[in-house]
């Protein structure tokens, strides 16, 4: 029994040989292949071709590309003998180059919704609006172009160049009409979802830019008002003077440097000034200090104090001192006395009622 091996095989069925009937053209290609120099061995590039096989020619194809080549030009004959004959008709009334501007609106008009058409085929519910749309911009084209021909008393031709716009559009609806592809109701269905789901998303961001927009035109020629400052009405809350008093309290104590704290109250009562006592004895005693730690006058006390005047006072009464004389003595050897007898009395009767 002969062997079957790569030597019985017809030549043509090898790799590398052609096959009958078959259109191949060579392609070049690069290989590494082994070379040895001087016994040192380096891969290096190597050119050669192969032959491929060529694919038959889509006839199909070819056909339909030449279909669309020649639907195309019958449109841009028509445009041209449209605008044209309509330009010429305007003219009569206005100057040429306006006259076949205003020409052009009539033929791009049924050609624009004829792309419209395109673009919706998938979608006979939206191809429905720019069909009909086109419908009407040709029928307003072809009754100008009959128009123009009447007025030049060659009515046949203006028939003819109105048939003209007709056959192109007729010629590329059928073409258009070949190449749709009709879907199914389900996937037209799924493929409308699909299409709503992205026209959303692109809607929303859309909106987000035009508002990310007004923001900004807002933020530079509408600021933002700010908060409204608390007005004051004039009354003090629980421990705290509202500003009219307080600056009612320091007017007085300027005006009236050796006034007591019990005038001032009677000067806030005589301006009608709500406020709470407590509050505004403890401001008269700041102040009051602070008068007296700037006062110059007296002599020098023993060392720099290191309390306030209410502070030694209730130093006083906390080791035990009841007697006022005895207090204002301690508290001038402390401050200086400079310091009222009045001033350390009231705050003596003040801290022994606490």
Known sequence: ????????????????????????????????????????????????EVMVPVPPRDWDQAVTTAVTAVAALLVAVAVVWSVASIGDLLARAVVAPIAYL?????????????????LARYDAARAAGPRTAGNWALVADMAVVATHGYVEEALYVGLAGAAVSAVAKKMWSTVMSH?????????????????????ARLALGARKRHLARLEVQAAVYAPTTPAALPQDNRQDTPGQLSPTVLSAVRAVLATLPDVSHDDVLVHLDKLGLDYDETAVLAVLDNEQDSQDSRSGPGPTPLFPPTQTVTESVRTALSSGVRDKDSVVSYVHKIHGSGVPRATIVRLFNRELAA
Not at 8 to 36: F, K, N, T
Not at 102 to 118: D, G, K, P, Q
Not at 179 to 199: H, K, V
């Open 179 to 199: 190449q749709s592809r009709p879907l199914p109701a389900r996937t037209a269905t799924w493929l409308q979802g699909e299409e709503a789901d992205i026209a």
């Open 102 to 118: 205003a020409a052009c609106a009539f033929a791009l008009a049924w050609v624009t919704c004829m792309a419209l058409e395109w």
């Open 1 to 48: 029994m002969p062997r079957k091996d790569s030597e019985s095989v017809p030549p043509q069925h090898l790799p590398g040989h052609p096959l009958p009937g078959v259109d191949y053209r060579p392609e070049p290609r690069q290989r590494l292949v082994p070379h040895a120099v001087d016994g040192k061995t380096r891969l290096v590039e190597e050119d050669y």
